[in-house]
Each structure stands twice: as structure tokens, then as C-alpha cells.
């Protein structure tokens, strides 16, 4: 047999440097057991080996060595391949004997990883564990690991995986029993003969750490450590997830690796975990499948936002199996990080829907089954940042099932009249201003008025800002359409004294007025007589007078002429006063003006002119001009005036003036004779210029007349006409 070819040493000049066949009964007698022949024939070998010249190798011999070691190589190729067709007469039925020249053809390093790459865990497990090979596959172990292909599940080449034992030592993979050592084997052969194996170094092995396989490297050798173990998994776990983009394969390597004591990192297993969750339960088949290390560079917030996307179809199921996992892993790393985090994801949430919100809180608390958060402090400190996270308000609904979800954990016990729950005082006040901030936005939203809970929170003490309030539910009232009947008004008003009992810093006297302003300038009748009611007992005097006259102001201004319908709204106006203050007689007379004005021609003139003019004398001005006989009817045109509120110290002598003049254009001398005269009895100083220009006049010929008439022009015209005055009345004299 092979293991009984032993050499000799030259004897006689035909066995010089031959190996012979060592024939067993030639150096052994009968035995009386086999352990005795066994130990015989070793003592034989031994005697033969130590007369072998082993410096003096011919070349012949050192062939025979090489071949003796390559025959021996392929008898450790058939015993593996034995072991890995399962042994005995199964192995006999299933061999191939193409697999096994190939097998023997290449080392066996190459062998492990060409069955590695084709994902043929027996025959790696067969190399890996056989005593023969294992000296030169084992230090590459993990790196021949990594060579399976990233969409073999981990699960098909587990027994192949390392493993930590219950001291934190790598375990190593079961090796067979080895063959005995063959004399080629021993140092001496491979020392002489220069032939250490029975096959060729695999020219690819420099490959296996380079490329994709150079972050193997950090790996290699014969005993990996705990530590080389369990980054090993992570670069795998990573390798799988980029190459494979089928995360549950990773997740099933890192498993297997938690099932093996290997203390895996656990923010991997998180992001591998969450990547896994995205992929298969939450991303359309369409969509982009995001990378592992895109997602680890996500912030948590942005993860859970990924996580719930479409959580509207499923809202129940998308919380408890996608959500809730993620965050309990958070918190088993980092007490308390669920909380804070599920909050701050709500109240983002909260800024423009309160749906998810009201969701969390719904399933939150103590008294649920499977709550999402126990902690009762936690349900009821969400329920109200979310209610004042929400920027428009316009949600009144959902904020009220939110208050009705938390309020009663802030409710006694009513048969101890003890707290239920240990709740601070300071956060049941703040349950309990929820509710103000409820029902203040609730008289709102009635009114149209829609406003965020955090405005009434934060500015509840401004009175400006709360005014506005006030004056907003007022515009939506006068804007509405249809307009308000009476009793929409009185459900306003109703409305207005419920906000401001909740809003003490707004006076109740500024909210009536800011009421009956609006009535009375609403252009109905019914609602100027509803003001009237509202008036009495509610309202100073003055403030009465005040608002009365702008709500005159509004109507007359707006008014197109003596026939417009916005007059008689002015008059209904004034006359809710009874009996009429004197404050109020301007306006009647404004009002009169305009049918005086009328008879004088002047009805192009609108209301909001006279009002806006400061010198309503020009409107006396223009009458007399309107028509050649209108200066003769004095006493009207004072009337006029004095309807126009004209200033009663200069009134007359302005009247005068005017007539005077408009009289000397006509060449009506007697007229503005008699006007020059009333001018000058009432002491109208600024009538000189009149009275100088029909002194002046040469058809006017009485001289009487005109030396009195030049004499008050003198005394009282301005300093550069005096001389040119002094003059005429000099003359006039000769």
C-alpha cells in the first residue's frame, strides 16, 4: 500500500538512492495482538527512515517525495469528498468522478471558495472541517464567508457562521480526525526535498483581499477574535444590504449572529431592522429603495416619517407594526427616547393635521390595551402640545377629542374624591386652560373667525390682540351673506359677551360699542332699531352721542343726494336718542342744508363734499352765483350758512360780503349799497375791499355814500392800499 513505500539507504551499488517496497515480513515476526504489530511496525519505519541520507537526495527521489505528496493530497481530496456525500455506501452511490478531478486539481483554498461563490455550503463545511485542508483554508475562514453570494440566505450556510461561546470565545468549526503524519510530510522530507504539498498555490488567493473582498482583510488569520468576529458581521451585514438590496438577508445574518452570543452592534441592527421594515411593508414596488447608508445619515425624526407613509390606509396597523418596533428599540437603548421622539414627530405633525396626533393619544394611557405610551404624564403633555401645535385651528373637532381623551386622567376618583393618577397641579391647570382656549375657539369657529389655540394662549393677557378678535367676529357679521336678520344679530352679540367674559382684559363697554357701531352702520332698518335697544343702560351718554354721530357720518357721507336712501337711514340714526342731545343738532342741520342747497341749484353737490370741506362758505358763494336773483333772498342764504355751520362771529358779514359782491357784478347798486351797509354796522372788517370797489364805481353817484363807504375802506384795508385809498377819498372830497 501507499503508507508502506519506505525508502532505504544504499546498501549495495542497485539499491543505492532507491525506494523499495517495505515488506512487512521482513522486519516483523508474528504478533500476539494488533497494538503490538502496530508498535513494531512504527519502531521498523523509524530504523528504516534513520538510515535514509537525507542530505544527499537525488532529484529522482525528491520527484518520488513530490509525487508521493500529490498521491497523498488526493487521497485527503477522496476522504473530503467522502465526508461530504454523506460517507459509506451513500457516498459510493452519489460520487462523480469529474468532481473529484476537478476537486484535486485545485488547492484547497481555491476548492472552498469556488464552492463558496457557488453557494455549496457542504462542500465548504467539508474542507473547513477536514484535518488535511484545514491548516491552509482556516485563516482565511471569514473571508471565505464573504464569498457566498449576497442573495444565499445566511440561514443555508449557518453552521459555517462563528459563534462566541458563554465565555466570549470564538468558537471554531468541528475538525475530523486526521490521518497519521506520512514520512513526506515530516520535516526532514520537506526540508531536503524542497515539496511542502501535493498541489499548486492557488494564484488567485491574493484576490480574495482585494476589490470588493479588501475590507476582508482586517479579518484573516488562524484564531479570529470576538472583536474580529463581530465586525465581520457588520461589513457582511452592510456587503448584503448594498450589493443584494434584499435588507432581510442582512437582518438574517445579524440574527443568526445574536443567536450565536456575537454582541452585533446595535445601531445596525436598528437601521438594517428599519431598512427591512421600509422595503417589505411600507415603500410602493415602484419607488426607489433607499440605501443602508443613506438611512443611518437620516435623522430618527425623518425615519419615522419615512416609516409612516400612507399610514392613512391602515392607520391602527402602521403604528403598532411599523412605528412602535422602531421606537421600542430606540428605548431599550436609550430610556425615554421613545417618548420624546414620538412627541416631537406628533407635534410636527400636529402643525397642520391633528389626525396622527389624536391617534397616539387615542391608544396611549394606562387604561388601554397595548398601549402606545403608558406614562400618563407623557398622553396628556402630547395631547396638549399637539391641540397648540396646530397653525391654522381650523380643526375644532379633533382638538375636542383630543381634550376628551386626556381630561379624564386629570378627573378625582369620585367615590375616594381622590386623584386617579399622579398628576401635578401645574398640568392640570394647564388641561384646564385647554378648555378656556376650547371654548373660546369654539365662539369663534361659530362666527367664522378661525384662529390656533396657541394665539389665545399666548396673547390672552393683550388687549390689543384680543380686541382684534372682537373686531373680526364684528366684520364677519357685516360681511355675511345673506345678511344678518335680528336674531342672527342677537346670536353675535350673545356670542360677543361669552368671548368676553373668557377674555376679561377686553372691556365689555368697547365690545357693545364695537357692536352698535356695526348695527347702525349696517344699512337695515331692523338692526339700527335693534342698536337703539341695545343703547339703553348699556352705554354712557357720551359714548351714545359718539357712536350716533358716526354712524350719521357714515350714512350721509356714503349718501348720493337729497333722494338717496342712506338719508333717512341718517335720520333714523339720530332720532334712537330721545330726547335729542344738542351735540346731535349739526347733523339735523347738515341735513337740511342739503333741501336748502337744492333750492338754490346746488343739488350735484354730494353730502361727503360738504363734509369734507373745511370752508362751507363756498357753498354760499356758489348759491349766489348759481342764479342772478338768488343774492336778493338774504335771509335764506343766512339760513343757509348757518346750516353749514358756518362760524357764527364772521357768519353775516361773510353773507354780506358775498351779496354785495355778486350785486356790483350785476350793477345792482342799491343791493350791494344795502349790503355794504350791514357789513359795515356789524363791524365786518374784511368787507373793505367790496365797499372800496362801489365807492370806486363811476356810476355810482351818491357821494354821501361814497365817502362813508371810502372811509371804512380806508380805516381797515391793508397797508399797501391805503395810499391808493387815501387818494380816491381825496378826491372824491374836492
Not at 223 to 240: D, E, F, I, K, M
Not at 245 to 257: I, M, T, V
Request: a negative charge; glycine letters at 8%; one cysteine or more.
Amino acid at each position: 500500500s501507499l503508507h508502506d513505500a519506505l525508502p532505504i539507504s544504499g546498501g549495495s551499488l542497485e539499491e543505492l538512492g532507491q525506494f523499495v517496497l517495505c515488506d512487512p515480513q521482513r522486519v516483523l515476526e508474528e504478533c500476539g495482538s494488533e497494538e503490538e504489530r502496530r508498535e513494531r511496525e512504527g519502531a521498523a519505519r523509524l530504523q528504516l527512515l534513520a538510515r535514509l541520507d537525507w542530505e544527499g537526495l537525488t532529484l529522482q527521489q525528491k520527484d518520488l517525495v513530490k509525487v508521493r505528496l500529490q498521491l497523498l493530497y488526493y487521497l485527503d481530496c477522496l476522504d473530503t469528498v467522502e465526508e461530504i456525500l454523506g460517507g459509506g455506501q451513500r457516498a459510493a452511490e452519489r460520487f462523480e468522478p469529474a468532481v473529484y478531478a476537478a476537486l484535486r486539481r485545485r488547492s484547497p483554498l481555491e476548492n472552498c471558495v469556488r464552492a463558496a461563490r457557488a453557494g455549496d455550503s457542504a462542500t465548504v463545511l467539508g474542507i473547513l472541517s477536514s484535518a488535511a485542508h484545514a491548516p491552509c483554508v482556516r485563516p482565511h475562514w471569514l473571508a471565505i464567508l464573504a464569498c457566498f453570494p449576497e442573495t444565499t440566505p445566511p440561514g443555508e450556510y449557518s453552521e459555517l457562521l462563528p459563534a462566541l461561546d458563554v465565555g466570549g470565545v470564538v468558537g471554531q468549526l468541528w475538525l475530523g480526525a486526521a490521518r497519521e503524519q506520512d514520512w513526506a510530510e515530516q520535516a526532514l522530507a520537506v526540508k531536503w526535498s524542497g515539496h511542502r504539498a501535493g498541489y499548486s498555490q492557488w494564484e488567485g488567493e491574493g484576490g480574495l483581499y482585494r476589490g470588493e473582498g479588501e475590507a476582508m482583510g482586517q479579518f484573516q488569520g488562524d484564531r479570529p477574535t470576538p472583536g474580529q468576529v463581530c465586525g465581520w458581521y457588520s461589513v457582511r451585514a452592510r456587503q448584503l444590504c448594498d450589493q443584494s438590496r434584499l435588507p432581510s438577508l442582512a437582518l438574517e445574518l445579524l440574527q443568526q449572529g445574536l443567536e450565536k452570543g456575537v454582541a452585533v452592534e446595535w445601531r445596525l441592527l436598528h437601521s438594517v431592522r428599519t431598512l427591512d421594515t421600509l422595503v417589505y411593508e411600507v415603500q410602493d414596488p415602484g419607488q426607489q429603495v433607499l440605501e443602508l447608508a443613506q438611512l443611518e445619515q437620516l435623522p430618527d425624526l425623518e425615519q419615522v416619517s419615512l416609516l409612516l407613509q400612507g399610514w392613512q390606509a391602515e392607520p391602527l396597523l402602521a403604528v403598532r407594526r411599523q412605528l412602535v418596533p422602531f421606537l421600542q428599540r430606540l428605548e431599550d437603548n436609550i430610556p425615554g427616547e421613545m417618548g420624546r421622539l414620538l412627541t416631537a414627530f406628533c407635534v410636527q405633525q400636529a402643525a397642520t393635521d391633528l389626525a396622527f396626533p389624536l391617534l397616539v393619544v387615542e391608544q396611549s394611557g394606562p387604561d388601554k390595551t397595548g398601549p402606545i405610551l403608558y406614562s400618563v404624564v407623557e398622553v396628556v403633555r402630547l395631547g396638549l402640545d399637539s391641540c397648540y401645535s396646530l397653525q391654522s385651528g381650523s380643526q375644532p373637532e379633533l382638538m375636542e377629542r383630543l381634550y376628551s381623551s386626556v381630561a379624564p386622567y386629570c378627573r378625582d376618583n369620585p367615590t375616594t374624591r381622590q386623584p386617579r393618577y399622579n398628576i401635578s397641579r401645574a398640568l392640570k391647570s394647564e388641561v384646564e386652560l385647554l378648555r378656556q382656549h376650547l371654548d373660546m375657539a369654539a365662539v369663534l369657529c361659530r362666527n367664522g373667525v378661525v384662529r390656533p389655540l396657541a394665539l389665545l394662549r399666548d396673547s390672552s393677557s393683550c388687549t390689543d390682540t384680543m380686541g382684534k378678535l372682537f373686531s373680526a367676529v364684528l366684520a364677519r357679521a357685516e360681511g355675511a351673506r345673506p345678511p344678518l336678520d335680528t336674531e342672527g344679530w342677537r346670536a353675535v352679540f350673545r356670542d360677543l359677551q361669552l368671548l368676553q367674559s373668557l377674555l376679561p382684559c377686553v372691556a365689555m363697554e368697547g365690545v357693545v360699542y364695537s357692536y352698535c357701531e356695526s348695527l347702525l352702520t349696517s344699512g337695515r332698518p331692523a338692526n339700527i332699531s335693534l342698536a337703539g335697544t341695545v343703547l339703553e343702560g348699556m352705554m354712557a351718554a357720551e359714548e351714545q352721542v359718539q357712536l350716533v354721530v358716526t354712524a350719521w357720518r357714515h350714512f350721509y357721507s356714503t349718501a348720493g343726494g337729497l333722494a338717496d336712501p342712506a338719508l333717512d337711514l341718517a335720520r333714523q340714526v339720530l332720532g334712537l336718542l330721545q330726547p335729542t342731545p344738542r351735540a346731535l343738532d349739526s347733523c339735523y342741520d347738515l341735513l337740511a342744508a342739503l333741501q336748502s342747497m337744492e333750492d338754490f341749484g346746488l343739488a350735484q353737490v354730494l353730502p361727503l363734499t360738504i363734509l369734507e370741506t373745511r370752508d362751507r362758505m363756498v357753498f354760499v358763494r356758489r348759491a349766489v352765483e348759481g342764479r342772478t336773483t338768488a343774492y336778493k333772498n338774504s335771509q335764506r342764504l343766512m339760513k343757509l350758512a348757518s346750516l353749514l355751520g358756518v362760524a357764527e362771529g364772521g357768519m353775516e358779514g361773510e353773507v354780506w360780503a358775498v351779496i354785495a359782491e355778486r350785486a356790483l357784478q350785476l350793477g345792482d347798486y342799491s343791493s350791494s349799497l344795502a349790503a355794504c351797509n350791514n357789513m359795515i354796522k356789524l363791524g365786518f372788517t374784511r368787507g373793505w375791499e367790496v365797499c372800496y370797489a362801489l365807492a370806486a364805481r363811476g356810476e355810482f353817484h351818491q357821494m354821501d355814500r361814497c365817502r362813508e363807504l371810502l372811509a371804512f375802506a380806508v380805516c381797515h384795508c391793508d397797508g399797501a392800499n391805503i395810499e391808493e385809498i387815501g387818494r380816491a377819498s381825496c378826491r372824491e372830497r374836492v
